[in-house]
C-alpha cells in the first residue's frame, strides 16, 4: 500500500519560486519511481512535468519546466520535492505526486498511485 501527501503549495507572484513536497508511506516505497504532474483549472487531462528514479540517479522532465523546476528525493525520510523557479501564471494548477513501478509507466499512463494534489497559483 503506497500513500502520498503533498504540501507546499500556496499564492506565488509571477517570476517567484515554491517548494512542493510530497510524503510518501509504504513499505515498498524504495521500489517506485516517483514524479510530479500538474491539472490546470478547468481542465481534465493531468499533464507530466518531473519525474525520478528509484535512487535518484536519473532525473526527466517535461521540456517546459527544465532548467526552473528540479526535482529530488529523499528514501530514508521517504519523501520527494521538486524545487520551482520563475514561475509563470500560466503554471497556476493542482500539483501532484505520484508514483509507479518504472518510468515508462510513469510518464505513458498505466498504474500510477496519485497524492490528492496540492493548489499553486501564480499570480501576475
Known amino acids: 500500500q503506497v500513500e502520498l501527501v503533498e504540501s507546499g503549495g500556496g499564492l506565488v507572484q509571477a517570476g517567484g519560486s515554491l517548494r512542493l513536497s510530497c510524503a510518501a508511506s509504504?513499505?515498498?516505497?524504495?521500489?517506485?519511481?516517483m514524479g510530479w504532474f500538474r491539472q490546470a483549472p478547468g481542465k481534465e487531462e493531468r499533464d507530466f512535468i518531473a519525474g525520478i528514479s528509484e535512487f535518484g540517479s536519473s532525473k526527466y522532465y517535461a521540456d517546459s519546466v527544465k532548467g526552473r523546476f528540479t526535482i529530488s528525493r529523499d528514501n530514508a525520510k521517504n519523501t520527494m520535492s521538486l524545487q520551482m523557479n520563475s514561475l509563470k501564471p500560466a503554471e497556476t494548477a493542482v500539483y501532484y505526486c505520484?508514483?509507479?513501478?518504472?518510468?515508462?509507466?510513469?510518464?505513458?499512463?498505466?498504474?500510477?498511485?496519485w497524492g490528492k494534489g496540492t493548489l499553486v497559483t501564480v499570480s501576475s
Open positions: 505520484a508514483a509507479s513501478i518504472d518510468k515508462a509507466t510513469l510518464t505513458s499512463g498505466g498504474n500510477i498511485y
Open positions: 509504504g513499505l515498498s516505497s524504495r521500489n517506485y519511481v
